[in-house]
């Protein structure tokens, strides 16, 4: 009897330790992703200018939002985030977007050395809702949007007896005339994307998924969550030509409906997946000759460019996120070699002109690494709730063509990131 | 009329078996295109003088790590190939797939190994994550890049045209043990093991026991086959590019076509305005790379038919073992008498496929893990 119950007792204690083993690993997993569906979406970089303002061929980006959820109609809350700089009121062209100072001169002032005045960074949101369908793919253009008229599935209800006849299912009138009943079909009813707030643009989309039958809004914590996926596709323009750079959005998985603050949304690794910890971004290094190119001496060497933005946002007080991007280069050699860069708001730069303004004494030139390619591990450090982590996507120009690519990543970010809502 | 007692130790094993199953659910992780792990896989490598894969692998641990990796030559009945590399704490390699690359080469590198060559060239390749002796380990500290590049000037695509993506990750979650291949129940260190005649193997098992299963479904969003870019108004060609989860390398399977079980892969596609599923199949044994223009899918993906833009969900069953899928799509966006513009992309991974009865394997040759 005796032996009976310490064997029942180590068994219960097994399953104990077991089952904390388990649930303790559970939630070291859960980080953001790039492969599977997800409840928020981050496209970390949006680029339009379709007049090549500011960059050197007209460009703009197709944004794909999709819904593998196959029997209900899903909400996505969106967010343009517009990190374009402005001219100041001193300029020749005040409030025209610039990348730089160069980009705003003074009135009169014609040299390209200057005097300039100063371009200053801003950062401001729109938002937008976009209802997709069971299974539904959409797609539209960030420079146009998808007015609501034009989306699919724009009517909300069918007559039975003129199916092809739209109608008001809310309404108290019947339109549809004779016994015919306006009848409820899944639909993009609801749903609207506006241009980006300007053009030349850059800037983040983000989307978070809603209950659609929520009121007063609210973010979908439901046994449908996870239901999106999403992608960009940055399209340059040489006619008759033209360059893809293409990423998957990157997703945070909705793991556990817990009560919080209404309009937060918290990846604590509870509610919402945590962004990761480190980053890794590998990456042929900046003015390498082109490993691939055949004949040589038509390379003009290859650059990648880094996009980072931070896992939270304040978008009820227009506070943007913002961390400090600490980098750890290796080469070949497994040489390490190391620096930092602010990340406020959003940050977009070529990797050999993070730590320098000489693009070839870069830590992530290939004339300082002395071997073609590297890892680059990017640690976000932050001491606010919209700063802690960090996503990113990567652009690389080899001989005038580009690729895009999701970075990939590792280990739970301790602190909590904080997304709050309007 | 005997009455039933409540056992309320038995109530709390059912309530801790229930948390068990729960927590190890959620334990899981996936198949991934963005998370280091131990098996990495890149489904598409061309080197067939019209284009060619740089390849980039790396080690994101602080110590060093080996990977056995073997070539699958599609144009050969995936005829396998293999090699290893040594890398060192955090280094980042590369090698360029039709040149290879060895020890001591003078790319200003300190590579470690000898990655033969591949000439015409198109299929898959496949790395291990191995330790000293060549056995299978569960360190998940590798990653890589596949760089796809068109190369010379006579080509149909022209020069310059570049496409990458990630590779495929699947994590390890324990060691895997070697067993006997036909006595799958007894554990062996050698031949002398096992029953007369057996020989005692390492399988790995993509089962969310000793590595994570293979995703269930593949979805991905796309343009139809034809269709105009919305803004450049390209006109748009997909090739997509599928391999099994399932390998077994130490019978040559899926290198002999008589003895290899073809999985199916199938094809449910759904435009903008709901319409569909559309669905085709196409049945493989080890490397399916088609236009989606391919005339075994009926024009299912045609624009005239399928619109504009489409979402592609490829499923399998879960509760079959061997018919788990991977890939990669890569499109190409022509304009008359232009270039094409290329980018591939890692598909989106839904649901998973643990084992038994569903579940996946990769029986490698026994060669491996006896260096």
Redesign the interface.
């Known amino acids: 009897m005796v032996n009976t119950r310490r064997i029942?007792s180590a068994?219960?204690a097994g399953?104990?330790l077991?089952?904390c083993l388990?649930?303790c690993?559970?939630p070291a997993?859960a980080?953001t992703?790039?492969?599977?569906?997800a409840s928020i979406l981050v496209w970390p970089k949006i680029i339009v200018d379709t007049n090549s303002a500011l960059q050197s061929r007209p460009t703009?980006t197709?944004i794909?939002?999709?819904n593998?959820n196959t029997s209900s109609v899903k909400q996505a809350h969106c967010f343009y985030i517009n990190a374009n700089s402005h001219c100041s009121e001193a300029a020749a062209e005040p409030g025209k977007v610039c990348l730089g100072p160069s980009d705003c001169p003074l009135p009169g002032v014609t040299a390209p050395t200057g005097p300039n005045a100063s371009c200053v960074p801003g950062w401001s949101e729109i938002d937008f809702d976009v209802k997709i369908?069971?299974?539904?793919?959409?797609?539209?253009?960030a420079?146009t949007g998808l007015a609501r008229k034009d989306f699919?599935?724009p009517d909300a209800g069918l007559c039975t007896n003129h199916p092809d006849q739209s109608c008001n299912p809310s309404s108290s009138v019947n339109t549809c005339g004779g016994a015919g009943v306006c009848a409820v079909v899944?639909s993009n009813a609801g749903s609207g994307v506006p241009p980006t707030p300007e053009d030349p643009f850059v800037g983040t989309l983000k989307c978070i998924q809603f209950d659609p039958n929520s009121n007063p809004p609210a973010p979908d914590q439901g046994s449908g969550h996870n239901a999106l996926?999403g992608?960009a596709?940055i399209?340059e323009?040489t006619?008759?030509?033209?360059?893809?750079?293409?990423y998957?959005a990157v997703g945070v998985t909705h793991l556990n409906d817990v009560e919080s603050n209404p309009g937060q949304v918290q990846l604590d690794g509870t509610q919402y997946a945590t962004c990761a910890s480190t980053l890794?971004l590998?990456h042929i290094f900046d003015n390498a000759p082109?490993?691939?190119?055949?004949?040589g001496a038509?390379s003009t060497g290859v650059t990648t460019d880094l996009t980072l933005v931070p896992c939270g946002d304040d978008f009820l007080r227009q506070d943007p996120g913002n961390a400090t991007a600490q980098y750890l280069v290796?080469?070949?050699?497994?040489q390490?070699l190391s620096t930092s860069r602010k990340v406020d708001c959003f940050f977009e730069r070529q990797l050999s002109l993070i730590d320098t303004n000489t693009s070839t004494r870069s830590i992530f030139s290939f004339n300082v690494q002395?071997?073609?390619?590297?890892?680059t591990?990017i640690r976000g450090v932050g001491g606010a709730s919209t700063g802690h982590g960090l996503l990113g996507v990567a652009l690389?120009d080899?001989?005038?063509?580009?690729?895009?690519?999701?970075?990939?990543?590792?280990g739970n970010n301790s602190g909590i990131d904080i997304i709050t809502i309007p | 009329m005997g009455v039933s007692k409540r056992n309320p130790w038995l109530s709390g094993l059912g309530v801790l078996l229930a948390v068990l199953v729960v927590s190890g659910g959620l334990a899981r992780a996936d198949v991934t295109s963005d998370t280091p792990g131990s098996i990495v896989i890149f489904p598409k490598v061309i080197a067939d003088g019209t284009r060619d894969t740089l390849i980039q692998l790396t080690n994101t641990s602080n110590t060093s790590t080996s990977a056995h990796c073997w070539y699958f030559d599609a144009t050969n009945n995936c005829q396998p190939n293999d090699f290893s590399v040594d890398l060192t704490a955090q280094q980042p390699i590369y090698w360029r797939v039709s040149t290879g690359r060895s020890t001591g080469d003078a790319s200003g590198g300190n590579f470690l190994g000898n990655v033969p060559k591949r000439i015409n060239f198109q299929g898959e390749l496949k790395c291990v994550q191995v330790d000293g002796s060549d056995a299978p380990t569960m360190g998940n500290s590798l990653k890589g890049e596949a760089l796809l590049e068109t190369v010379g000037t006579s080509d149909t695509i022209a020069t310059g045209q570049v496409s990458e993506y990630n590779a495929i990750a699947i994590q390890a979650i324990a060691n895997p043990v070697p067993h006997c291949l036909n006595n799958p129940g007894v554990v062996c260190a050698t031949d002398g093991d096992c029953p007369s005649g057996d020989l005692c193997s390492i399988t790995l098992s993509l089962d969310d026991h000793t590595y994570n299963a293979c995703p269930r479904d593949l979805v991905i969003t796309h343009y139809a086959e034809g269709a105009s870019d919305i803004y450049t108004g390209a006109t748009v060609h997909n090739e997509l590019t599928l391999v099994p989860c399932t390998e077994d390398i130490e019978h040559d399977r899926p290198t002999d076509p008589n003895t290899s079980v073809p999985v199916v892969a199938q094809f449910r596609v759904v435009n903008e305005a709901e319409f569909g599923p559309l669905s085709g199949a196409i049945p493989f044994t080890c490397w399916l790379n088609i236009g989606l223009d391919d005339v075994r899918l009926g024009g299912i993906y045609d624009h005239n038919t399928a619109g504009t833009f489409v979402k592609t969900r490829i499923p399998t069953d879960p509760g079959v073992p061997g018919v788990g899928l991977l890939g990669v799509l890569e499109e190409f966006h022509t304009l008359s008498g232009g270039k094409a513009g290329t980018a591939a992309a890692d598909l989106h991974m839904v649901g998973d496929r643990p084992g038994p009865p569903g579940g996946d394997t990769i029986t490698l040759p026994q060669t491996t893990g006896s260096k």
């Open positions: 029942a068994v219960r399953l104990v077991g089952a388990l649930g690993v559970s997993r980080l992703t790039s492969d599977k569906p703009d197709i794909e939002l999709g593998v369908t069971p299974e539904q793919p959409l797609q539209w253009r420079s699919p599935l899944p996926i992608a596709l399209e323009t006619t008759p030509s033209v360059d893809l750079q293409r998957n890794i590998n082109d490993p691939l190119d055949s004949e038509s290796f080469n070949e050699f497994e390490r002395g071997t073609l390619v590297g890892q591990r690389t080899i001989n005038g063509s580009g690729v895009g690519y999701n970075l990939q990543q590792s």
